[in-house]
T-cell receptor, first 113, second 109 residues
């Protein structure tokens, strides 16, 4: 089983719908991240959390929200999806002492029509 | 502002050597990271440099010059499975990773 698991792996939805992407990890890491990846733009940070009670906005948080339900779980929500949120979304974790070494989930491909 | 620059695409021949360059400008610096990402898959960690010099790990090596804001990833004895995108990322003063857009490496037989 993967150490960082994302669900769903693929989702097609319509404009205006609410979408939740879930991430769970078995690595025991405190730090968790949500990124989106678009062709030619690289990885962009949406939100990150260093602890269960810690939530921080990243570079592109508008239109997204997150919840850190437990150390092992970090979910990303799109309250009202729009087509330019079509992207590949990655959850990642890192250890407190190795902040730059991220462990990624397999990705969730979201298409908003 | 913070910025990472790396070539968009490179082509190399199986068995050869290729060097992928990366320049960075960040607010503070706490290390330079290289990740490999095969098409449709998640990035995976390759290497980390925080001091100047060369770090060797099998067929892959990574070099850092902090004074020049420059790093490169060197891949030797290229294999077809090395066809992937290579992402350069710098850790800034807030211990946040700043990512380059990635270099797509195409290996030809």
């Amino acid at each position: 089983d993967a150490d960082v698991t994302q669900t769903p792996r693929n989702r097609i939805t319509k404009t205006g719908k609410r979408i939740m992407l879930e991430c769970s990890q078995t690595k025991g890491h405190d730090r968790m991240y949500w990124y989106r990846q678009d062709p030619g733009l690289g990885l962009r940070l949406i939100y990150y959390s260093f602890d269960v009670k810690d939530i921080n906005k990243g570079e592109i948080s508008d239109g997204y929200s997150v919840s850190r339900q437990a150390q092992a779980k970090f979910s990303l929500s799109l309250e009202s999806a729009i087509p330019n949120q079509t992207a590949l979304y990655f959850c990642a974790t890192s250890d407190n002492r190795e902040a730059g070494e991220l462990f990624f989930g397999e990705g969730s491909r979201l298409t908003v029509l | 502002g913070q910025n990472i620059d790396q070539p968009t695409e490179m082509t190399a021949t199986e068995g050869a050597i290729v060097q992928i360059n990366c320049t960075y400008q960040t607010s503070g610096f706490n290390g330079l990271f290289w990740y490999q990402q095969h098409a449709g898959e998640a990035p995976t960690f390759l290497s980390y440099n925080v001091l100047d010099g060369l770090e060797e790990k099998g067929r892959f090596s990574s070099f850092l010059s902090r004074s020049k804001g420059y790093s490169y990833l060197l891949l030797k004895e290229l294999q077809m499975k090395d066809s992937a995108s290579y992402l350069c990322a710098a850790l800034d003063s807030n211990y946040q990773l700043i990512w380059g857009a990635g270099t797509k490496l195409i290996i030809k037989p």
